[in-house]
């Protein structure tokens, strides 16, 4: 697992920001969770599963369609991005549509969710055929505290709010700082417990059992905000554990995705070295059909 100082670093460095012309997005209807504007995944039988790029990201700076043409062979259904290769907006979408994907996702640096930047976000995301905003790195400076994390809750009501006209929702991404207490409580509960229904609550099952934090209470306690989940195994014992060779219940997290959980889309995030990181996101997707999804 990399250090805070990392997974800020890198995050920084694999976003970039895009502009293009503006199509807005509609909602459509949805019996189940209507306010995320998506088909009931359940409805057609099966939650899809998509890959975070970060995780072939060397991949796709040597080649960027390659890759993507990769893991739609391996039969993901969607990718979620942390950057774009300096790729424009239409470009982005025509390698989706070209290898029959669907953009489920993207990280979203917090600075280009906020002021006039998320204009620029919003216009390239509505191209490239994404709704779902994840903030994946909040600044330190900007959680030092419990009115820190009240601060940041205002302020993604807010930005939920400017984007849902777009037919989008911001979103927020955990790692391991969430899970230590400040003044009592959590800040994954302070942000949660005062953010509207409308902000997801992007879980990341392996960040949080490795910050000694099992995320299944917190998928109970908040139905319907894991819109999109990151499938991530850890392991006390085996660091290269693969999904479904580790520690984490699979069978409860994904009973309360398939029921209370409002899940439309499994992510798969692998950082693991021990394997090329085509060959992990492919084994790991490989244990996830054999645990029939």
């Given at each position: 697992?990399?250090?805070?100082?990392?997974?800020?670093?890198?995050?920084?460095?694999?976003?970039?920001?895009?502009?293009?012309?503006?199509?807005?997005?509609?909602?459509?209807?949805?019996?189940?969770?209507?306010?995320?504007?998506?088909?009931?995944?359940?409805?057609?039988?099966?939650?899809?599963?998509?890959?975070?790029?970060?995780?072939?990201?060397?991949?796709?700076?040597?080649?960027?369609?390659?890759?993507?043409?990769?893991?739609?062979?391996?039969?993901?259904?969607?990718?979620?991005?942390?950057?774009?290769?300096?790729?424009?907006?239409?470009?982005?979408?025509?390698?989706?549509?070209?290898?029959?994907?669907?953009?489920?996702?993207?990280?979203?640096?917090?600075?280009?969710?906020?002021?006039?930047?998320?204009?620029?976000?919003?216009?390239?995301?509505?191209?490239?055929?994404?709704?779902?905003?994840?903030?994946?790195?909040?600044?330190?400076?900007?959680?030092?505290?419990?009115?820190?994390?009240?601060?940041?809750?205002?302020?993604?009501?807010?930005?939920?709010?400017?984007?849902?006209?777009?037919?989008?929702?911001?979103?927020?991404?955990?790692?391991?700082?969430?899970?230590?207490p400040i003044d009592g409580e959590k800040p994954w509960d302070i942000f949660f417990g005062n953010t509207n229904k409308d902000v997801i609550m992007q879980v990341d099952t392996g960040n949080g059992l490795g910050a000694g934090a099992d995320m299944i209470p917190f998928l109970r306690k908040y139905p319907g905000r894991a819109v999109t989940i990151h499938i991530k195994e850890f392991s006390t014992k085996n660091p290269n554990a693969m999904i479904g060779e580790g520690d984490i219940n699979w069978k409860e997290v994904f009973a309360?995705?398939?029921?209370?959980?409002?899940?439309?889309?499994?992510?798969?995030?692998?950082?693991?070295?021990?394997?090329?990181?085509?060959?992990?996101?492919?084994?790991?997707?490989?244990?996830?059909?054999?645990?029939?999804?």
């Amino acid at each position: 697992m990399r250090s805070k100082i990392e997974e800020k670093v890198s995050r920084r460095n694999f976003l970039q920001a895009g502009g293009a012309a503006l199509a807005v997005l509609g909602l459509s209807g949805n019996k189940t969770l209507g306010r995320f504007g998506a088909a009931d995944a359940l409805a057609k039988g099966k939650i899809p599963i998509g890959l975070q790029l970060y995780s072939v990201r060397k991949d796709c700076e040597k080649d960027f369609p390659k890759t993507l043409e990769a893991v739609a062979k391996m039969g993901y259904k969607g990718v979620e991005f942390a950057g774009y290769y300096e790729r424009s907006a239409k470009d982005v979408r025509k390698l989706i549509d070209d290898n029959g994907l669907k953009c489920c996702g993207t990280h979203a640096q917090f600075d280009t969710l906020v002021g006039d930047a998320l204009a620029k976000t919003v216009e390239f995301n509505t191209i490239i055929g994404n709704k779902y905003l994840i903030c994946p790195w909040i600044p330190e400076e900007k959680r030092k505290t419990k009115q820190d994390w009240l601060d940041l809750a205002k302020l993604f009501n807010d930005i939920s709010a400017k984007v849902k006209p777009h037919g989008m929702f911001v979103g927020y991404h955990n790692h391991n700082f969430e899970f230590t207490p400040i003044d009592g409580e959590k800040p994954w509960d302070i942000f949660f417990g005062n953010t509207n229904k409308d902000v997801i609550m992007q879980v990341d099952t392996g960040n949080g059992l490795g910050a000694g934090a099992d995320m299944i209470p917190f998928l109970r306690k908040y139905p319907g905000r894991a819109v999109t989940i990151h499938i991530k195994e850890f392991s006390t014992k085996n660091p290269n554990a693969m999904i479904g060779e580790g520690d984490i219940n699979w069978k409860e997290v994904f009973a309360i995705c398939e029921s209370t959980g409002g899940t439309q889309w499994y992510i798969v995030e692998d950082e693991k070295e021990n394997l090329p990181a085509l060959e992990c996101v492919k084994k790991n997707l490989e244990n996830l059909r054999k645990m029939g999804k």
